[in-house]
């Protein structure tokens, strides 16, 4: 499981090394091989191991691609993945195009999301982190929501 969010620096080759604490997971369960694609919906991309990305890519196939919407999730989080592989120190080499893509430049954030990362430019995560606070404070279903999740 991923949990937490990292501080991280993109280098000069424009490499990112994994956190420690979850490579021996990533190399045991996923052969070292990760997917990272882009995120349809927020200028962010989407990390996965490889054993995790095998699941989630046929759920997204069994979807009815007759469906627009559908078609065009499929294309833009299939057409975009990279495969990848941790170097011997951990590290992952990002794709010019998808760097581009959620703007990455020196300092990043990778956030844990369970069975995938999200892989944020810092600027932008600071931004939308304290919309979606506020969102929150001001949305009444939010608290609800929150107070069935913590019974």
């Not at 699941?55 to 499929?74: D, G, H, I, S, Y």
Request: proline residues 3%; aromatic residues 8%; hydrophobic residues 40%.
């Amino acid at each position: 499981m991923f949990r937490g969010i990292s501080h991280i620096a993109i280098d000069n080759k424009g490499r990112i090394a994994i956190p420690a604490k979850y490579r021996e997971m990533i190399a045991e369960q996923a052969n070292s091989q990760m997917v990272l694609t882009v995120d349809h919906t927020d200028d962010c991309l989407l990390l996965y191991p490889m054993n995790q990305w095998v699941k989630f890519e046929q759920t997204l196939m069994a979807l009815p691609n007759m469906n627009r919407r559908v078609r065009n999730m499929q294309r833009l989080l299939l057409g975009h993945a990279a495969e990848l592989e941790l170097d011997t120190q951990g590290r992952l080499l990002l794709p010019t195009p998808l760097r581009d893509y959620a703007h990455l430049d020196k300092r990043a954030v990778l956030v844990g999301q369970a069975n995938k990362f999200e892989l944020w430019d810092e600027e932008r995560w600071f931004s939308a982190r304290e919309t979606w606070l506020q969102e929150a404070q001001d949305d009444e279903d939010a608290h609800d929501l929150l107070n069935q999740v913590s019974m």
